[in-house]
């Protein structure tokens, strides 16, 4: 099925307010995907609307990466770098499982395991440490790690590494930028990969795409800064009710 301009402005506002709270975009755009008919060249067009609300996030936090830029070797950049490199280690062991894991009746069981997790705070109340001074190497890692096995549709990757931070011991603001600046290297190289194995856009329509693109950037940028200081300000447990209410619901659907 062709993509219709009207579906493309839908996707693009599904992936501009979703990338930012903790409830999988990927997961929602997979689902969504699936409701409107679109089998080819989806997972291209998820990297691409996550291209989009990725220069969003480059919008936000332009001041830190020209600091990252202008002084490369710092030690917040090669935090980054470790938890990049974690990230990819984990997607290119497990690489054909996660390729299997990109189907609709993967989603409710994804949702509903990202709901439990996000959780986890509210049900250890790990302490706070807002100097970061439980070895920020170690919480780099671990983070890579969370942000590997996120790559699963339905496993929110801003909820993962955002919770996965708290746990650490990081503060919710310190988890939420690094959780976003940790994500460029990813989707970017995510995007080569697929252009690189021939992943293909013809099925969708070319200026559907950019019609979707653009839509997914607007939202973004008019959307990453309440999301952002929501994400920061409200338990994560309401969001983990919404992603066990629709995981269930999906899985109970599945059933008739």
């Known amino acids: 099925m062709i993509m219709t301009w009207y579906t493309a402005i839908f996707l693009g506002l599904v992936q501009g307010l ?9 997961g929602h755009l997979l689902l969504f995907e699936s409701w409107f008919g679109i089998t080819d060249g989806g997972l291209l067009l998820t990297i691409i609307l996550h291209l989009a609300t990725l220069l969003a996030v480059v919008v936000v936090y332009r001041k830190q990466l020209w600091q990252m830029v ?7 950049t090669a935090r980054l770098l470790l938890a990049t490199v974690v990230t990819c280690a984990i997607v290119l062991i497990f690489h054909e499982v996660i390729d299997q894991l ?10 509903i395991l990202a709901g439990i997790y996000l959780l986890l705070p509210t049900i250890f109340r790990p302490k706070n440490n807002n100097d970061c001074k439980i070895n920020p190497w170690w919480q ?3 983070l890579g790690l969370a942000q590997g096995v996120a ?7 801003s909820g993962l590494t955002i919770t996965t931070g708290r746990l650490c011991g990081m503060s919710a603001t310190d988890a939420t930028d690094f959780s976003f600046l940790m994500s460029l290297p990813i989707i970017l190289g995510s995007l080569l990969y697929e252009l690189l194995r021939g992943g293909s856009i013809q099925n969708l329509g070319v200026g559907n ?6 839509t997914a950037f607007i939202a973004g940028i008019l959307a990453i800064k309440f999301m952002l200081a929501l994400t920061r300000k409200i338990d994560l447990r309401w969001f983990a009710v919404y992603l066990l ?3 269930g ?3 109970i659907a599945s059933w008739f």
Do not use: C, D, K, N
Request: glycine residues 8%.
């Open 18 to 26: 979703a990338e930012f709270l903790p409830i999988s975009s990927s």
């Open 70 to 76: 202008r002084h490369p070797w710092q030690p917040a």
């Open 102 to 111: 990109f189907t609709v009746t993967a989603l409710p069981y994804a949702f």
């Open 140 to 142: 780099a890692a671990t």
């Open 151 to 157: 790559v699963v549709p339905g496993l929110s990757r």
């Open 209 to 214: 795409i950019g019609l979707a693109f653009i």
């Open 245 to 247: 209410l629709l995981g």
């Open 249 to 251: 619901g999906l899985m």
